[in-house]
């Protein structure tokens, strides 16, 4: 029961900043910015346009694959789809500056991979990145949309952890 209740809450988008019921809250965090605060240029499109360094903790023990989601719902154009990933090993909890994973979806960019803010000029830009712990690995077809990625995600997240960062074009 209380796994399940948990299951529900954070479904909802209900935080606890730490323990629920002995149950540990996934957490997701980047030693390049912190939660809500701006991420450095050298990882957007005015600079090496390569991805942050992260790192996933308090996955549930029971995880055997992450994916990760990156997108802008502030772009203009509507939700804008930088960075599409699944089938990361459980235990890689440390994604490392510019990491090169196997499999990558399409961004809206229409290539495979991550690919960094770069907002028009104007109001900063808010970066939704998460990440989901999954209870298996998936046969799915690099180039893939977000889409098709949580559909296939469906019934299988145990926990998922979001960081925020923002960026303004200079």
């Known amino acids: 029961m209380k796994?399940?209740?948990?299951?529900f809450l954070l479904a909802m988008g209900v935080g606890f900043g730490g323990a629920f019921y002995?149950?540990?809250?996934?957490k997701?965090?980047?030693?390049a910015f912190k939660e809500g605060q701006p991420i450095p240029q050298v990882y957007t499109c005015q600079g090496k346009n390569v991805s942050f360094p992260l790192t996933i903790s308090d996955a549930p023990k029971e995880t055997k694959?992450?994916?990760i989601v990156?997108?802008?719902?502030d772009?203009?154009?509507g939700t804008f789809d930088h960075w599409i990933a699944w089938n990361i090993p459980a235990k890689k909890t440390t994604l490392e500056e510019g990491v090169s994973l196997a499999h990558v979806g399409k961004n809206h960019m229409k290539k495979e991979g991550y690919f960094?803010?770069?907002p028009p000029a104007g109001a900063a830009h808010h970066y939704h990145i998460r990440v989901y712990a999954l209870d298996t690995?998936?046969?799915?077809?690099n180039g893939i949309s977000k889409e098709e990625l949580h559909k296939a995600m469906d019934g299988h997240i145990l926990s998922q952890a979001e960081l925020i960062g923002t960026y303004k074009r200079s």
Do not use: R
């Not at 796994?3 to 299951?7: A, L, R």
């Not at 997701?28 to 030693?31: A, D, E, I, P, W």
């Not at 990156?70 to 719902?73: A, G, L, Q, R």
């Not at 690995?137 to 077809?141: H, I, Q, S, T, Y």
């Open 137 to 141: 690995e998936f046969d799915l077809e």
């Open 116 to 118: 960094g803010p770069c």
């Open 65 to 67: 694959s992450f994916a």
């Open 28 to 31: 997701l965090t980047s030693q």
């Open 70 to 73: 990156m997108d802008d719902p």
């Open 22 to 26: 002995g149950v540990n809250v996934m």
């Open 3 to 7: 796994q399940q209740i948990f299951g």
């Open 75 to 77: 772009a203009p154009g």
